[in-house]
């Protein structure tokens, strides 16, 4: 009964941590995108919605509000189909699969952000460099120090990345949330979206690298501690 009762809880939280890295993945990929140059996605998206909706529309309407939403759906179409693929593969790719992407993901999201954006200081990509390094130690058992130490230099990684790196300034973090939510929020409150990234990548990290002793457990079936 207690290993059906641990392989129960390693299962739940490999669901809840694939689902978060495929959420801060859509999120990270169509921020990135919208940054880049170019015509983004969401206002391609725009356009298709409004010939189709409208055929004799000559000119596109400046539209805020749909243009958010086509950004919303976006994000949240590629976590599902993110997620929708870790959840076909077999346990162990799976396993293996979450601890990989979600390291990457979880550590690099957020400064990859910051780099699209403006921050290309030598030091600061020297650094995510470093944190990578890392965290790929850490996920397959050749990190040295301890887990609290390893926690406490993970939370220093994502405040140099906002102190340092000015990761406050990254726009997008708002792109996971309903639009229409926007409205009835202050200009103030906005300002505090890019903690979505930090956030989002550390829980990211602590889900899915951080349950990386368990995967060995996750891969293979919970055999019962019931005789018989």
């Known amino acids: ?7 129960s809880v390693s299962e739940r939280r490999g669901v809840a941590g694939n689902l978060l890295l495929s959420i801060y993945l859509g999120l990270v ?3 990135l995108h919208d940054t880049a140059g170019g015509e983004s996605w969401s206002i391609s998206l725009y356009k298709f919605y409004m010939r189709h909706r409208h055929p004799g529309l000559n000119r596109l309407m400046d539209d805020d509000y749909h243009l958010a ?8 179409a590629f976590a599902g189909v993110f997620f929708l693929g ?12 979450g601890r990989a992407l979600g390291g990457v993901v979880g550590v690099a999201g957020f400064p990859l952000v910051c780099i699209v954006q403006g921050e ?8 995510l460099i470093l944190a990578l390094a890392v965290i790929g130690l850490f996920a397959y058992g050749k990190w040295p120090l301890s887990t609290l ?3 406490i230099l993970l939370i220093l990684h994502y ?3 906002v102190r340092f790196a000015h990761g406050y300034r990254a726009v997008g973090g708002w792109y996971i949330f309903w639009p229409g ?4 929020w202050s200009r103030n409150s906005l300002q505090f979206a890019w903690l979505t990234y930090p956030l989002l990548g550390f829980c990211t990290v602590m889900l899915c690298v951080g349950r990386a002793g368990g995967s060995k457990e996750s891969a293979e079936p919970v055999r019962s501690s019931r005789p018989g």
């Open 149 to 151: 130490a390893s926690i």
């Open 1 to 7: 009964m207690k290993d059906e009762t641990i392989g």
């Open 159 to 161: 405040l140099f990345w």
């Open 69 to 76: 939403a086509a950004t919303f759906f976006l994000v949240w």
């Open 120 to 127: 290309r200081a030598t030091f600061a990509i020297g650094e």
């Open 181 to 184: 939510w926007n409205w009835y």
């Open 29 to 31: 990929i169509v921020a």
């Open 86 to 97: 870790l959840s076909l593969c077999r346990p162990g790719a799976r396993a293996s699969l």
